[in-house]
Structure formats: C-alpha cells, structure tokens
T-cell receptor, first 113, second 114 residues
C-alpha cells in the first residue's frame, strides 16, 4: 500500500524556467511535509518543509504548496539552475507520536543549460 | 556546525556475517533515525531513538537492531547478513522531542553483501 506517490519519475526543464515537482498522499494523518534533494551516493539534503496548518511556504527559489483537501504537495523551483539537477523526494511525518518519515520514490530533475 | 557523520562510508561483507554501522548526530540533536535505501524499495524507515530509547520501529526483521548512547551517538547492527541487505544505510538526526522538526541526513554507509 503506497501511501505516497511521486508519479513523475523524471522531469526535464530548461535553465531559468520553473520546475514543478508533485507528490500525492493518501494518509490523512500526515501533518508535516518535507522536500529533500539527493545526489547519487550521498544522503538526502533537506530543502523546505510545511506544516498542515499552512498552505504555502517560501525559501528563496523554493516554494512548497500544500493542498490538504486534494492531499497534494508540490515544490516549485524558480528559476531553475543546472545545480538543481538531482533526485527530489517528498517526505511526510504523521502525528500522534510517530517520528518516522515516509518517503516518495523520488523524481529525477534535469535542468538543461 | 558539523553535520551528521556516518562511518564507515563503504563496507563489503560476506553472507552470514554481522555488521555494525555508526552515526554521530548534529550537536544538540537527541533524535536519531535510520533508513535503508534500495533501488526497488526507495527509502524505508528502520527505527528511531530519542534519549537512548527506541520510540519507533519499522517493518524490518529482528536481524536489524540499534541502540543510542548517552551522547546521542547511535549504532545499527545487522546480524546474519543476506544478499538483500545490500543497500545505502542512512542516518538522520533532528531536534524532535515532543514536537516534530526537520531531519538532517548523513552521507550514508554503502553496504555490499557478497
């Protein structure tokens, strides 16, 4: 039972344009949402997070949007840069004392110069 | 500020052996979690420790165990290694006590079982 789905395994975007990465979830207990970026043979790097009481959070070029009614999370990167090329994972904490992250399978972003 | 440190970075073991991996969290972080990453299954949660106590455990067999020391450093042990245990093992630390906060990952230990 896959609780988190990143339906696009890969995405190619031109440098300077917007990258939009999407994530759908089924577990309504999720209440804290995160995006991580990962290069090969390295650990995930934390990018940005949002709690369930918000619908938007910005940090520089990165903005995360949460649509709780649709159970949909997205990450916007504007403008995209070649150094953004990596695998992006959405991840979720559920409440009620659960301290484990549930990850999506990842989307490989390629930013073309 | 030093990040999460995992040792060793690479390890080759034979089936049936056991292995111990180490994780030093970010200074001040008392929560340490372990994850396994494989191409087929993605990132999967193993267990989480806070103040030397295991708070959560994922769906892995009893061959996988861990512990946390009073200085928050953590170790993970896998006994009777199987070929399928070959994976990248990731440790994450956070401030999470009763409130959830972001988790920061180490570079991982690449375990190969032959």
């Amino acid at each position: 039972d896959q609780q988190v789905k990143q339906n696009s395994p890969s995405l190619s975007v031109q440098e300077g344009r917007i990258s939009i990465l999407n994530c759908d979830y089924t577990n309504s207990m999720f209440d804290y949402f995160l995006w991580y970026k990962k290069y090969p043979a390295e650990g995930p790097t934390f990018l940005i997070s949002i709690s369930s009481i918000k619908d938007k959070n910005e940090d520089g070029r990165f903005t995360v949007f949460l649509n709780k009614s649709a159970k949909h999370l997205s990450l916007h990167i504007v403008p995209s840069q070649p150094g953004d090329s990596a695998v992006y994972f959405c991840a979720f904490y559920s409440g009620a004392g659960s301290y484990q992250l549930t990850f999506g399978k990842g989307t490989k972003l390629s930013v073309i110069p | 500020k030093a990040g999460v440190t995992q040792t060793p970075r690479y390890l080759i073991k034979t089936r049936g052996q056991q292995v111990t991996l180490s994780c030093s969290p970010i200074s001040g972080h008392r929560s340490v979690s372990w994850y396994q990453q494989t191409p087929g299954q993605g990132l999967q949660f193993l267990f989480e420790y806070f103040s030397e106590t295991q708070r959560n455990k994922g769906n892995f067999p009893g061959r996988f165990s861990g512990r946390q020391f009073s200085n928050s450093r953590s170790e993970m042990n896998v006994s009777t290694l199987e070929l399928g245990d070959s994976a990248l093992y990731l440790c994450a630390s956070s401030l999470s006590g009763t409130t959830i906060t972001e988790a920061f990952f180490g570079q991982g230990t690449r375990l190969t079982v032959v």
